[in-house]
T-cell receptor
Protein backbone atom coordinates (compact mmCIF):
# COMPACT_ATOMS: atom_id res chain seq x y z
CA UNK A 1 0.00 0.00 0.00
CA UNK A 2 0.83 3.73 -0.03
CA UNK A 3 2.16 3.85 -3.56
CA UNK A 4 2.92 7.14 -5.26
CA UNK A 5 3.67 7.42 -8.96
CA UNK A 6 5.17 10.21 -11.03
CA UNK A 7 5.01 10.83 -14.72
CA UNK A 8 7.12 11.25 -16.68
CA UNK A 9 10.16 9.65 -15.10
CA UNK A 10 12.46 11.57 -17.39
CA UNK A 11 11.94 14.58 -19.63
CA UNK A 12 14.21 16.62 -21.86
CA UNK A 13 12.95 19.94 -23.15
CA UNK A 14 14.20 23.07 -24.86
CA UNK A 15 14.81 26.26 -23.00
CA UNK A 16 11.69 28.43 -22.84
CA UNK A 17 9.18 25.62 -22.96
CA UNK A 18 6.92 24.47 -20.12
CA UNK A 19 6.93 21.02 -18.61
CA UNK A 20 4.22 19.37 -16.53
CA UNK A 21 4.96 16.63 -14.00
CA UNK A 22 2.17 14.53 -12.53
CA UNK A 23 2.13 12.99 -9.09
CA UNK A 24 -0.52 10.40 -8.23
CA UNK A 25 -1.34 8.49 -5.10
CA UNK A 26 -2.43 5.12 -6.43
CA UNK A 27 -4.02 3.37 -3.47
CA UNK A 28 -4.90 6.12 -1.04
CA UNK A 29 -6.34 9.58 -0.93
CA UNK A 30 -3.79 12.28 -0.27
CA UNK A 31 -5.03 15.38 1.45
CA UNK A 32 -1.55 16.86 1.29
CA UNK A 33 1.13 16.56 -1.36
CA UNK A 34 4.63 17.95 -1.28
CA UNK A 35 7.06 18.82 -4.04
CA UNK A 36 10.81 18.59 -3.57
CA UNK A 37 13.83 19.33 -5.65
CA UNK A 38 17.05 17.40 -5.34
CA UNK A 39 20.38 18.47 -6.78
CA UNK A 40 23.07 15.88 -7.58
CA UNK A 41 24.54 14.33 -4.45
CA UNK A 42 22.45 16.64 -2.32
CA UNK A 43 19.54 16.31 0.03
CA UNK A 44 15.92 17.15 -0.74
CA UNK A 45 14.74 20.71 -0.69
CA UNK A 46 11.06 21.31 -0.09
CA UNK A 47 9.57 23.56 -2.74
CA UNK A 48 5.90 23.68 -1.81
CA UNK A 49 3.06 22.06 0.03
CA UNK A 50 -0.32 21.60 -1.58
CA UNK A 51 -3.64 20.68 -0.11
CA UNK A 52 -6.47 19.43 -2.26
CA UNK A 53 -8.66 22.24 -3.47
CA UNK A 54 -6.55 25.09 -2.17
CA UNK A 55 -3.56 27.10 -3.29
CA UNK A 56 -0.12 25.70 -2.71
CA UNK A 57 2.14 27.12 -0.03
CA UNK A 58 5.60 27.83 -1.37
CA UNK A 59 8.82 27.81 0.58
CA UNK A 60 10.88 30.93 0.79
CA UNK A 61 12.88 31.54 -2.36
CA UNK A 62 10.72 29.36 -4.61
CA UNK A 63 9.13 31.31 -7.46
CA UNK A 64 5.44 30.51 -7.48
CA UNK A 65 5.01 31.87 -10.99
CA UNK A 66 7.72 29.59 -12.31
CA UNK A 67 6.67 26.46 -10.48
CA UNK A 68 2.91 26.16 -10.78
CA UNK A 69 1.30 23.58 -8.55
CA UNK A 70 -2.22 22.27 -8.89
CA UNK A 71 -3.84 19.78 -6.53
CA UNK A 72 -7.19 19.28 -8.19
CA UNK A 73 -8.14 15.97 -6.64
CA UNK A 74 -7.26 13.77 -3.70
CA UNK A 75 -5.09 11.57 -5.88
CA UNK A 76 -3.42 13.99 -8.29
CA UNK A 77 -1.08 16.94 -8.02
CA UNK A 78 0.80 18.54 -10.89
CA UNK A 79 3.92 20.66 -11.01
CA UNK A 80 4.40 22.80 -14.11
CA UNK A 81 7.81 24.32 -14.69
CA UNK A 82 7.07 27.35 -16.85
CA UNK A 83 9.54 28.83 -19.30
CA UNK A 84 12.14 26.32 -18.24
CA UNK A 85 15.82 27.22 -18.32
CA UNK A 86 18.93 25.07 -17.91
CA UNK A 87 19.21 26.04 -14.24
CA UNK A 88 15.84 24.36 -13.68
CA UNK A 89 17.37 21.03 -14.60
CA UNK A 90 17.06 18.82 -11.55
CA UNK A 91 15.43 15.78 -9.99
CA UNK A 92 11.91 16.59 -8.85
CA UNK A 93 10.25 14.33 -6.30
CA UNK A 94 6.73 14.46 -4.96
CA UNK A 95 5.32 12.93 -1.82
CA UNK A 96 1.85 12.39 -0.49
CA UNK A 97 0.34 12.06 2.95
CA UNK A 98 -2.78 9.97 3.45
CA UNK A 99 -5.84 11.64 4.89
CA UNK A 100 -6.49 8.94 7.45
CA UNK A 101 -5.73 9.66 11.07
CA UNK A 102 -2.56 7.98 12.20
CA UNK A 103 -1.13 7.92 8.71
CA UNK A 104 -1.45 11.54 7.71
CA UNK A 105 1.86 12.41 9.31
CA UNK A 106 3.81 10.11 7.05
CA UNK A 107 4.96 11.10 3.58
CA UNK A 108 5.21 8.49 0.85
CA UNK A 109 7.45 9.42 -2.03
CA UNK A 110 7.18 9.03 -5.76
CA UNK A 111 10.05 7.71 -7.88
CA UNK A 112 11.05 11.17 -9.08
CA UNK A 113 11.26 12.97 -12.43
CA UNK A 114 14.57 13.87 -14.01
CA UNK A 115 14.21 17.17 -15.88
CA UNK A 116 16.89 18.26 -18.31
CA UNK A 117 16.53 21.63 -19.99
CA UNK A 118 18.73 22.16 -23.04
CA UNK B 1 13.19 25.82 13.27
CA UNK B 2 13.87 22.16 12.72
CA UNK B 3 17.29 20.91 11.68
CA UNK B 4 18.77 17.50 11.06
CA UNK B 5 22.43 16.53 10.98
CA UNK B 6 23.85 13.34 9.56
CA UNK B 7 27.52 13.58 10.49
CA UNK B 8 28.74 10.86 8.15
CA UNK B 9 28.65 11.68 4.45
CA UNK B 10 30.01 8.28 3.41
CA UNK B 11 30.24 4.97 5.18
CA UNK B 12 31.85 1.84 3.78
CA UNK B 13 30.97 -1.46 5.37
CA UNK B 14 31.74 -5.07 4.53
CA UNK B 15 28.88 -7.35 3.61
CA UNK B 16 27.70 -9.17 6.71
CA UNK B 17 29.03 -6.53 9.07
CA UNK B 18 26.85 -4.33 11.23
CA UNK B 19 25.86 -0.81 10.22
CA UNK B 20 24.99 2.26 12.24
CA UNK B 21 24.01 5.59 10.72
CA UNK B 22 23.91 8.61 12.94
CA UNK B 23 21.21 11.27 13.01
CA UNK B 24 20.91 14.23 15.32
CA UNK B 25 18.03 16.65 15.26
CA UNK B 26 17.11 20.00 16.71
CA UNK B 27 13.51 20.81 17.49
CA UNK B 28 11.72 22.43 20.40
CA UNK B 29 9.09 19.78 20.93
CA UNK B 30 9.03 16.05 20.33
CA UNK B 31 9.28 15.62 16.61
CA UNK B 32 8.25 12.86 14.30
CA UNK B 33 11.35 11.08 13.05
CA UNK B 34 11.85 9.14 9.86
CA UNK B 35 14.50 7.21 7.99
CA UNK B 36 14.24 6.92 4.23
CA UNK B 37 16.45 5.08 1.74
CA UNK B 38 17.11 6.18 -1.82
CA UNK B 39 18.65 4.05 -4.54
CA UNK B 40 20.36 5.85 -7.43
CA UNK B 41 17.89 7.69 -9.65
CA UNK B 42 14.97 6.61 -7.53
CA UNK B 43 12.55 8.15 -5.08
CA UNK B 44 12.64 7.62 -1.34
CA UNK B 45 11.41 4.52 0.43
CA UNK B 46 10.29 4.74 4.06
CA UNK B 47 12.34 2.43 6.28
CA UNK B 48 10.79 3.30 9.62
CA UNK B 49 9.27 6.09 11.65
CA UNK B 50 8.89 7.20 15.24
CA UNK B 51 5.93 9.17 16.50
CA UNK B 52 5.69 8.16 20.16
CA UNK B 53 5.83 5.18 22.48
CA UNK B 54 8.55 2.55 22.38
CA UNK B 55 11.81 4.28 21.58
CA UNK B 56 13.19 1.29 19.68
CA UNK B 57 11.50 1.13 16.31
CA UNK B 58 11.60 -1.77 13.90
CA UNK B 59 11.45 -1.15 10.20
CA UNK B 60 11.61 -2.94 6.91
CA UNK B 61 14.62 -4.79 5.50
CA UNK B 62 15.90 -5.64 8.98
CA UNK B 63 16.56 -2.04 10.04
CA UNK B 64 15.85 -0.59 13.44
CA UNK B 65 16.32 2.83 15.00
CA UNK B 66 16.42 4.10 18.54
CA UNK B 67 15.09 7.45 19.66
CA UNK B 68 17.17 8.97 22.45
CA UNK B 69 15.60 12.17 23.66
CA UNK B 70 18.51 13.08 25.93
CA UNK B 71 20.90 12.96 22.99
CA UNK B 72 18.47 14.31 20.37
CA UNK B 73 19.41 11.33 18.26
CA UNK B 74 17.66 8.78 16.09
CA UNK B 75 20.37 6.40 14.89
CA UNK B 76 19.65 3.69 12.36
CA UNK B 77 21.12 0.21 12.72
CA UNK B 78 21.26 -3.07 10.91
CA UNK B 79 23.03 -6.11 12.39
CA UNK B 80 24.17 -7.64 9.11
CA UNK B 81 24.42 -5.66 5.90
CA UNK B 82 23.59 -7.08 2.49
CA UNK B 83 25.03 -5.82 -0.80
CA UNK B 84 21.57 -4.55 -1.71
CA UNK B 85 21.72 -2.11 1.22
CA UNK B 86 24.13 0.09 -0.72
CA UNK B 87 22.20 3.35 -1.15
CA UNK B 88 21.74 6.85 0.22
CA UNK B 89 20.02 7.10 3.59
CA UNK B 90 18.18 10.16 4.78
CA UNK B 91 17.02 11.00 8.26
CA UNK B 92 14.11 13.43 8.44
CA UNK B 93 12.20 15.27 11.13
CA UNK B 94 8.64 16.49 10.92
CA UNK B 95 6.03 17.87 13.22
CA UNK B 96 2.32 18.41 13.03
CA UNK B 97 2.87 21.92 14.32
CA UNK B 98 4.98 22.56 11.23
CA UNK B 99 2.30 21.31 8.89
CA UNK B 100 3.98 17.92 8.71
CA UNK B 101 6.73 19.37 6.56
CA UNK B 102 9.86 17.28 6.60
CA UNK B 103 13.34 18.60 7.12
CA UNK B 104 15.96 16.26 5.77
CA UNK B 105 19.50 15.62 6.82
CA UNK B 106 22.23 15.78 4.24
CA UNK B 107 22.20 12.04 3.71
CA UNK B 108 24.72 9.26 4.25
CA UNK B 109 25.91 7.21 1.32
CA UNK B 110 26.53 3.58 2.24
CA UNK B 111 28.92 1.51 0.20
CA UNK B 112 29.02 -2.25 0.77
CA UNK B 113 32.24 -4.16 0.13
CA UNK B 114 31.99 -7.80 -0.88
Amino acid sequence: GAVVSQHPSRVICKSGTSVKIECRSLDFQATTMFWYRQFPKKSLMLMATSNEGSKATYEQGVEKDKFLINHASLTLSTLTVTSAHPEDSSFYICSASPGLAGARDTQYFGPGTRLTVL
Amino acid sequence: AQSVTQPDIHITVSEGASLELRCNYSYGATPYLFWYVQSPGQGLQLLLKYFSGDTLVQGIKGFEAEFKRSQSSFNLRKPSVHWSDAAEYFCAVGARAAGNKLTFGGGTRVLVKP
